[in-house]
Antibody, heavy 126, light 112 residues
């Protein structure tokens, strides 16, 4: 079964740090790019960061650039998000989602943000 | 950034009746390869998002055929031909053509 499982969320004071993990199984993790997407309480979805399969291409949302760092360990089938200088507005459920370049899309399949984890909750509060 | 604007934001529907959600982008979503990378996601209460539609109109495996996507360029629509109780939730459009990736605000579908 294709699965993504996030962990590492918790309560952290403003200015603190946290490291999220996303464990992949059921597919060849090293073939896929990955994303982090978050959802503040009662709000919509916000894309946070992207990393390609070999960590050679990385993107961040403006709201987290310079504070968050995405990384991966293909040998451990794991994705990470190091979050520093946390703010109240970073409070959210954080999801990981797999992805692939557009060349892998056809009319019958398109492995781009097609599988998501169950999310891990980050609360930034004093 | 590409702004994705959904309407309506709230959609009360009678069971068995159709529903339609609009999504408009501030720029064309046609990618350099000629394809349009517009997805639709469903998020049921307490659950993670689930992709329903990719590349404007292609249904994911296991998605009921009462769901359909259409549109081109900057104007897209998700239709539910006959709403069922399990369709309650929030629906999001999302573009994967431009960086950063952006979502619509979400449309909450509820039963009247």
């Amino acid at each position: 079964e294709v699965q993504l499982v996030e962990s590492g969320g918790g309560l952290v004071p403003p200015g603190g740090s946290l490291r999220l993990s996303c464990a992949a199984s059921g597919f060849t993790f090293s073939d896929y790019s990955m994303n982090w997407v978050r959802q503040a309480p009662g709000k919509g979805l916000e894309w946070v960061s992207y990393i390609n399969s070999n960590s050679g291409t990385i993107y961040y949302a403006d709201s987290v650039r310079g504070r968050f760092t995405i990384s991966r360990d293909n040998a451990k089938n794991s994705l990470y998000l190091q979050m520093n200088s946390l703010r109240d507005e970073d409070t959210a459920v954080y999801y990981c989602a797999r992805d692939r370049p557009s060349t892998y899309c056809s009319s019958t399949s398109c492995p781009r943000m097609d599988v998501w984890g169950q999310g891990t909750t980050v609360t930034v509060s004093s | 950034d590409v702004v994705m604007t959904q309407s309506p934001l709230s959609l009360p529907v009678t069971l068995g009746q159709p529903a339609s959600i609009s999504c408009r982008s501030s720029q064309s979503l046609v990618y350099s390869d000629g394809n349009t990378y517009l997805n639709w996601f469903q998020q049921r209460p307490g659950q993670s998002p689930r992709r329903l539609i990719y590349k404007v109109s292609n249904r994911d495996s296991g998605v009921p055929d009462r769901f359909s996507g259409s549109g081109s360029g900057t104007d897209f629509t998700l239709k539910i031909s006959r709403v069922e109780a399990e369709d309650v939730g929030v629906y999001y459009c999302m573009q994967q053509t431009h960086w950063p990736r952006t979502f619509g605000q979400g449309t909450k579908v509820e039963i009247k």
